[in-house]
């Protein structure tokens, strides 16, 4: 049930100052005396979803329901406290804000704690609550997962509904959660999924060495001896490139179309509104309002050709193992020209998964000069249970 939010004690600067979402959990449910918070998205009845934006909260009413991931997951007993903050409608990787600020990433200070679901992740790396809610469109739970030394999934696309969500282009939405563990991340799975988390392996790794290359040279460096440690685990591990002809094309046609559909979603509420962006936000809706047919056709056809070839690599099972972003978390502030260079960067490592529908884990298993980054597997459609329950095993694996 609803109630009034006590207060919250954030020195991250993590959770929305303008409102009191807060959720008392069920008696007696499986996440009974677990607190999660959901990024600034997400329904709940009789609050305004602020989407890190404030002309948006200025032009929308309070919800009347509660969005679907955030009741089942009170009604398994978890204890919502608050909302966090998220880039301006999801439009962004890093994490800052120029509206709300930037949350600090407690895991690498004077870093950004990577976005857009930026306050869910900080929250929970500096333990203000035990899980919470994000979304991921294009790499916006694993990124901040990896910046900030968490768990994170990106699910199979359509797993999870996503009722009461405020989207930004429905064909690669997908809602995710963070964890400092993997039991609790397991945990709060069953619950989402409705089934056990299985322990057990793959038939088989295929280490994606083309993503590794391009990843910079000591965060290839520092996740290898993981994956060597993690190959050992399964039956059989072995090499694959993945792309070829390189990763850009993958990235940018992903780019093409996630932006022509996010313009799409809003080009009505942004022509009459004319809301406050920041520059960078602005930009990126302006130039998807002037994509060509021809560059929307040229996109397509390469993002079935990205299809076509996650289809064969995944032809025989198993799992793609790859790093979660080439860089660990940036300074906070950078210019701009840096965080668009930035951006270009981290969406050849995450657009596999949004263009293809499949779910993707990161875990935190290493650092580079102090700072968290992640490892990802990827497995087939349908997999994610699977690759919680993989990350189980590689959780005990690694602490033994």
Known sequence: MTQSAPAINDPLDAFCKDTQAYLDGAAGGPLSGLTFAAKDIFDVAGHVTGGGNPDWKATHQPASETAWVVQTLVNAGATMIGKTHT???????????????T?????????????????????VAGELVDFALGSDTGGSVRIPASFCGLYGLRPTHGRIPR???????????????????????????????????PAGRPSKLMIAEDVFEAAEGAVADALRPAVDRISALVASSSPVRLSPAGLDPWAQQQDTLQSLEAWEMLRDWIDEVNPRFSYQV????????????????QAAVVRDSVRA?????????????????????????????????????ILRFTCMGGTTGRPQITI?????????VGLSFMGNRGADEALMGFALEVASALAA
């Open 87 to 101: 880039d301006e409608l999801t439009r962004g990787i890093l994490g800052e804000n120029s509206h709300y600020g």
């Open 103 to 123: 949350p600090i990433n407690p895991k690498a200070p004077g870093r950004v704690p990577g976005g857009s679901s930026s306050g869910s992740a900080a929250a």
């Open 163 to 197: 009722e009461g969500l405020l989207e930004q282009a429905p064909s690669y939405d997908t809602i995710g959660w963070f964890a400092r563990d993997a039991e609790t991340f397991a945990r709060v799975g069953s619950v989402i999924f409705q089934v056990p988390v």
């Open 282 to 297: 602005g930009e990126r809706y302006n130039l998807a309002s002037s994509i060509t047919n021809a560059q929307v056709e």
């Open 309 to 345: 070839r996650m289809d064969e690599v995944f032809s025989d099972g198993g799992f793609v193992c790859l790093p979660t972003s080439p860089v660990p978390a940036p300074p906070r502030g950078q210019s701009l020209s840096e965080r668009r260079g930035g951006q270009s960067r």
């Open 364 to 372: 935190p298993v290493a650092e580079v000069y102090g700072l968290p």
